[in-house]
């Protein structure tokens, strides 16, 4: 690694303002003209006047302070963006990947489900086919019972003894079907490095607000607030009222 690679890689940034002078002078003077503003009792407009100077004063200072706090944050944030984006380009690649491959996931797991459908559509059928032919076999074998027990052929005597000139023919029942298995839903793949699990997870969308239940519905204030800056002073169901605030500029 060259002195020119190292250089590009590294920086000197201020990092502590609790060692600097220039932080330590402003916490003085701040701790000074605060303590003046707080305990000053206002008695006449000169009271007022006094206190609205050192307000603004302090304000002054305020602006100040910003200053160099940005001159210790602003090259640390910046080398911050700067360190975000570098790994960005490596870890953007992974995300996509993942998302494709949790896309890709859920549907061939859409399609096992489909086919799931079908199958558990068509087992239905022959299972309703298979008790249908059954009931008509039943139909059939009960049909011939009487006609042999009309005919004579077939009797049953006190103590339950049946007697049969001829055996009766019945039809065999109806075999049941051979169902189709139903393919499996990936609900978790296991490796080596990890595991792929699939979870449902409740989602929604909005069709009504009217319907929506109170306590779930927040108040959009900042619309409120910009209604009473342009001089809006009655919105139904809210209780509009006026306070005195007293604001500082500084020059």
């Not at 250089?7 to 003046?36: F, H, R």
């Not at 000053?40 to 307000?55: G, K, P």
Request: aromatic letters at 4%; charged letters at 35%.
């Amino acid at each position: 690694m060259t002195i020119e690679s190292i250089e590009k890689t590294k920086a000197l940034v201020k990092i502590n303002p609790l060692a600097d002078p220039a932080y330590e002078a402003l916490k003085v003077e701040i701790t000074k003209i605060c303590e003046g503003i707080v305990s000053r009792e206002l008695h006449s407009q000169d009271d007022v006047r006094n206190v609205t100077e050192d307000v603004n004063l302090a304000q002054q200072i305020a602006k100040q302070c910003e200053s160099l706090r940005k001159e210790y944050k602003d090259p640390l944030v910046q080398h911050g963006k700067t360190i975000d984006a570098a790994f960005k380009a490596l870890t953007n690649p992974i995300e996509n990947a993942r998302n494709a491959a949790s896309n890709n996931i859920g549907d061939y797991n859409r399609q096992q489900r489909e086919k799931q459908r079908l199958i558990d559509e068509e087992n239905a059928r022959l299972a309703r086919e298979q008790a249908e032919m059954q009931r008509m076999i039943d139909e059939e074998n009960e049909r011939l019972r009487r006609e042999a027990e009309e005919s004579g052929s077939r009797t049953v005597d006190e103590e339950g003894t049946i007697t049969e000139q001829a055996p009766i023919e019945y039809i065999q029942p109806e075999p049941e079907p051979e169902y189709i298995p139903p393919e499996p839903i990936v609900s978790r793949a296991l490796t080596g490095t990890g595991s792929a699990t699939e979870k449902m997870v409740p989602h929604f969308r909005l069709f009504d607000i009217k319907q929506v239940p109170s306590n779930l519905v927040l108040l959009n204030e900042k619309a409120v607030n910009a209604m009473l800056k342009a001089g809006i002073r009655e919105i139904e169901g809210l209780e509009i009222w006026e306070e005195p605030e007293v604001k500082f500029r500084s020059n």
